[in-house]
């Protein structure tokens, strides 16, 4: 078995909160799940963090579609089964793009598969050396910042506001406030699922990677998350974050965004690259 196989990190916070950190592809990542403030049935994301090899991992975020049936179980269902198709690929020694993207072809057939109607978006940021890419379906989203705050990769929510500002007719601002936020057009567990694939992103010293849930993403701007993510500790910045989205769940202030909603999030830094 190759080394670091059996580390494989998973989350599914399906009533209390969690967190991890783990060691991983010369770095450290720190994962957190929780539900929506008040909610009495469990938390419909999973996340997933997945080393490929000693200088590789896969970080995935999950998110079971709201209001349709057995949300929790297509987000598990299309997590565990994209680790299990990545640890076949490792074995093989199969290269980690292929490997992805052959992971979530088989993620999406094992959610059609449940035959309940279920869907689930899902996020992958792939790390490999000093480099980054991401796999997009869904909402959820990956952003990779400098130190300094320079955003490297943002990817774009498959929505009707994603792709409004994409094509810059709505900002984000007001994207956050729009009436259509909700809506999602890409999932898996459908015939039509889509690869959004990112382009390599070369990551430099500190750099920090982030991919969340819509339940961030929809109540905190970029530039906040940035604030928070680019520097310091990687506990502090998950508490900070995850605290300043849970204050605009429980309460719209100040034209601020309030979407309550359950909330995850992945946090990956390398500190040093020569241990890539």
């Given at each position: 078995?190759?080394?670091?196989?059996?580390?494989?990190?998973?989350?599914?916070?399906?009533?209390e909160?969690?967190?991890?950190?783990?060691?991983?592809?010369?770095?450290?990542?720190?994962?957190?799940?929780?539900?929506?403030?008040?909610?009495?049935?469990?938390?419909e994301?999973?996340?997933a963090?997945i080393p490929?090899?000693?200088?590789?991992?896969v970080?995935?975020?999950?998110?079971?579609?709201?209001?349709?049936?057995?949300g929790?179980?297509?987000?598990?269902t299309?997590?565990?089964?994209?680790?299990?198709s990545?640890?076949?690929?490792?074995?093989?020694?199969?290269?980690l793009r292929?490997?992805?993207?052959?992971?979530?072809e088989a993620?999406?057939?094992?959610?059609?598969?449940l035959?309940n109607?279920s869907a689930?978006?899902?996020?992958v940021?792939?790390?490999?050396?000093?480099?980054?890419?991401?796999?997009?379906?869904g909402?959820?989203e990956?952003?990779?910042v400098?130190q300094?705050?320079?955003?490297k990769l943002?990817?774009?929510?498959?929505?009707?506001t994603g792709f409004?500002v994409?094509?810059?007719?709505?900002?984000?601002?007001?994207?956050?406030?729009?009436?259509?936020?909700?809506?999602?057009s890409n999932?898996?567990?459908t015939?039509?699922?889509?690869?959004?694939?990112g382009?390599?992103?070369?990551l430099?010293?500190r750099?920090?990677i982030?991919?969340?849930?819509?339940?961030l993403m929809d109540?905190?701007?970029?530039?906040?998350?940035?604030?928070?993510?680019r520097?310091g500790?990687?506990?502090?910045?998950?508490?900070?974050?995850?605290?300043l989205?849970?204050?605009r769940?429980?309460?719209a202030?100040?034209?601020?965004p309030?979407?309550?909603?359950?909330?995850?999030?992945?946090l990956?830094r390398k500190?040093?690259h020569d241990?890539?």
């Amino acid at each position: 078995m190759p080394k670091g196989i059996e580390e494989i990190v998973l989350l599914d916070a399906a009533f209390e909160p969690q967190q991890i950190q783990v060691d991983v592809a010369g770095g450290v990542a720190v994962a957190y799940s929780c539900r929506e403030p008040g909610k009495e049935t469990e938390n419909e994301d999973s996340v997933a963090v997945i080393p490929y090899g000693p200088a590789a991992a896969v970080l995935v975020v999950a998110d079971g579609a709201g209001g349709l049936p057995a949300g929790k179980r297509a987000s598990l269902t299309a997590i565990t089964t994209l680790a299990e198709s990545l640890r076949t690929a490792m074995e093989r020694t199969v290269i980690l793009r292929t490997a992805i993207l052959n992971g979530i072809e088989a993620a999406n057939e094992a959610v059609l598969a449940l035959a309940n109607g279920s869907a689930t978006t899902m996020t992958v940021l792939a790390i490999e050396g000093r480099q980054a890419r991401s796999y997009q379906i869904g909402d959820s989203e990956a952003i990779v910042v400098g130190q300094r705050g320079l955003i490297k990769l943002q990817t774009t929510a498959h929505s009707p506001t994603g792709f409004a500002v994409e094509a810059g007719f709505l900002d984000e601002r007001e994207a956050l406030h729009h009436a259509e936020r909700h809506l999602v057009s890409n999932f898996l567990g459908t015939n039509d699922m889509r690869i959004d694939v990112g382009a390599l992103v070369k990551l430099n010293l500190r750099d920090t990677i982030m991919v969340a849930s819509d339940g961030l993403m929809d109540n905190v701007h970029v530039e906040e998350i940035v604030d928070c993510i680019r520097k310091g500790p990687l506990d502090d910045a998950v508490s900070s974050t995850v605290d300043l989205a849970r204050q605009r769940m429980a309460a719209a202030r100040d034209g601020q965004p309030s979407k309550p909603d359950d909330l995850s999030l992945i946090l990956f830094r390398k500190p040093n690259h020569d241990a890539a």
